[in-house]
């Protein structure tokens, strides 16, 4: 990784200021957005979360820049284990998958194994012990994959009932709202 983007990666907090701080200087430098794409799956280096947190807000407002990295970002999703970079994916796969159906002129393009890629994945961190907000948007993402793929759906509503006694107020309202559009 440059040592540019790795100092600027060493300074970034969780607060939300120090994050659009980065992300603006992204947005204004488009050259550092591959590096950044490259840096969140780094799992093996020490700010590779705080890439995902960055890469989060840049989605956020030009997330066309994402299509020459689907490939990559897709193919990859199974490698992060870090909750802190899995939660800013999680929502990056959300808006990858809303853009892709779409079906806009300007969206952003998936193919069917991005598609089962971000499918997996979502099912995975729905599954597994992450935070409720990762669930949440894995909860979401699925509903909009549902849509379209026949099987998922039923799969969803299965997980989501079994599952809802055992969560937090947060997570019952995601699953409520999901599981009545559904029905």
Not at 19 to 40: P, T, W
Not at 98 to 114: R, V
Request: charged share 25%; proline share 2%.
């Amino acid at each position: 990784m440059s040592s540019e983007l790795q100092k600027k990666l060493d300074y970034v907090s969780p607060c939300r200021a120090s994050r659009s701080l980065l992300s603006g200087e992204i947005l204004e430098n488009h050259s550092l957005f591959d590096e950044l794409v490259a840096a969140c799956f780094l799992t093996s280096d020490k700010n590779h979360h705080r890439a995902c947190w960055i890469l989060e807000f840049v989605c956020y407002e030009e997330l066309l820049w994402m299509q020459p990295h689907v490939d990559f970002f897709c193919s990859n999703l199974k490698h992060l284990k870090e909750e802190s970079a899995i939660r800013p994916i999680a929502k990056v796969i959300q808006l990858l998958i809303k853009s892709h159906y779409k079906k806009a002129e300007n969206c952003i393009l998936l193919s069917e194994e991005n598609l089962q890629n971000c499918i997996e994945a979502s099912f995975d961190w729905l599954i597994n012990d992450v935070k409720v907000a990762t669930k949440a948007y894995s909860i979401r993402t699925l509903y909009v994959l549902g849509n379209h793929y026949d099987w998922i759906h039923p799969e969803l509503k299965i997980i989501l009932n079994k599952d809802f006694s055992n969560h937090s107020a947060a997570y019952k309202a995601v699953a409520k709202e999901v599981l009545k559009k559904i029905k």
